[in-house]
């Protein structure tokens, strides 16, 4: 006896047949589209009964199962046809008493193909289910170094601890990412609680953002939900009332919008890139004000750290440099968790522009910028791209390049120890173009590189057992551990023996900062990109970087550095131009060219030269990991 089928049911498949005509195209076909591109198959795994998200249901397996679907499983057969009346037939059964039997499918690149089952899926497509039951075979392609591949090998990595297949994300790391995020370890399984708890809060998020988002993709959301959640953090958001999650996601809508790992857009010099003169102070004033107010919110103080120190000597410049116009305080012993009352603090007392002096308070300026729009917070980072705030540095590398130049004239058994504190951008590109500058007055010149953020470590030993006299230490001095032990220095006799010393002229760099705003340029510096943000990365042409000699230094070597410091200045030189070559080989064969700024950042390799390694995660002391997390290379956090 035949089923007799609902009005309702002719209805539905009228109504999404006329959909699927409107359609030009067709289902895709997985054992077409690997043949079609080539792909190598590495193997198969089955995965047994998944929950398949049916927005990631792509085609078929095979191309006789898709040709009665257009590409959005819409039925596109005549309604009189024998897959009509199975297709209503369907429909009204899941009406009655619903679709229980799983598909089968194929699961490659973290899209599906339906084996058998096709109609079901179309079935429950159109009535709107979020998910298909289904037996699922995983297909691997082999590994390969395209983008997309390493990522979907992160997928598989992070499918295989918390069993979630509904995301999607743009860039390499971010599972990793995530996973950090959430308060997981890197290996640590998920519950299934865990589950359910980040289900609710991407379901809540993902219908917030396509509500004020309009034309978002799948991909843009996910990138867009681990940005949210680089910047709050996963318990407290978790707790959120929707309309508390809401009010945070419009408020941080574009910072949102920024890729994961985006590179900012670097300014390279202080020129306004407009020839407008307005003075920016009258909006940055409060009325009846008449003088700009500036904060400089540390981590430490002047006393106990060098580079607390060293901002310290710049804001104490910019009080001589405008006494007539700016007033300067300072705020000591900021922290991840109390610098966005810190900053509070500064806007209640009349600040207007804050500088946040160091990486691991990047996070709390940004909470606080979204909040406060109007005062102007910039912090001193290399490599983060936010739109609510600004960030700067220096281009250390320039001064690093002329001090490997001195050492490796200087050195006699052409053995030269260096100590970096943290592996994070720029300190990489540091090392190398040491190693490199001492290079090119001695090829036989190596440079021992050794860490002081790494566990049970004791970097001297290893320069006293290479018979290492000339080493590159500290950049400065603290004011209350005096010691000649920084800059690079010889160690070979009774006491040090300082040689030079790169500087940080933090004073220069603020003060034509705020000469840059009194001339309007802060509006001129806008990008149009939305997924990218600012920073000021300024260098010798600037006066922002300099190296100073000692009178110990031979006259030739002097006026050697004193020559390249003007070559650099002028932007007649790179230390990273011509062929370079890493420990594992060469990294540009190109005599006539230079790295970018953007390749110099990001570089996560040491020249051939230089003996040591870039150390992982599970080595660095506790003290270390807030500024690693913040501006650590690739691959380490």
Sequence with gaps: MSLVLSNEAHAEYE???????????????????????????????SLGLVQIP???IAGTKTSGRGESFSKSFYP??????????????????????GIREPVKAYEFMNKFYIEEGNKRVSVLKCLGAVSVSGMVTRIYPVRTTEKKNIIYYEFVDFYRLSRINYLDFSEVGSYARLQHLVGKRPDEKWSEDDRLEFSSLHWRFKSIYMENEKGSSEENIDDAL??????????????LETSELKEKILKSREELKLREGSIPELHMSPEVNSGKKKNILTRLL????????????????PEVSSWTYAHELGRLHLKKAFSDEIQTVSYDGATEENVEALIEKCIEDGNNLIFTTSPPLLKGSLKAAIEHPDVKILNCSLNTSHKYIRTYHVRMYEAKFLMGAIAGAMTENDKIGYLADYPIYGVTANINAFALGAKMVNPRARVYLEWTKIKKHDPFETFREQEISYISGRDMIMPKKASRYFGLYWDGGDYPINLAMPVRHWGKFYEQMIRKLMKGSWKDDEIEDETRGLNYWWGMSAGAVDVICSRHLPIGTARLIELLKKTISAGDFNPFHGVLYSQQGIVQKDSERELSPEEIIT????????????PGWEELVEQAKPVVTTQGLGGIV
């Excluded at 999404?16 to 997985?30: M, N, R, S, T, W």
């Excluded at 596109?76 to 899941?94: D, R, T």
């Design 286 to 301: 409060p009325t009846g004000t008449s003088k700009m107010k500036v904060a400089f919110i540390h981590e430490s103080t």
């Design 603 to 614: 570089m996560d390799w040491l020249a051939e030269n230089v003996v040591g390694h870039i």
């Design 15 to 45: 109504k999404y047949y006329k959909l699927g005509k409107k359609e030009d195209e067709g289902l895709l076909v997985l054992d077409e589209l690997i043949a079609n591109e080539h792909i190598v198959i590495a193997g198969e795994m």
């Design 76 to 97: 596109i057969l005549p309604e009189k046809s024998e897959f009509a009346q199975k297709w209503m037939g369907l429909y009204q059964a899941h009406i009655e008493e």
């Design 226 to 239: 681990l940005a949210f959640l680089n910047l709050y953090d996963y318990s407290e958001v978790i707790t």
């Design 54 to 56: 049916v927005e990631k």
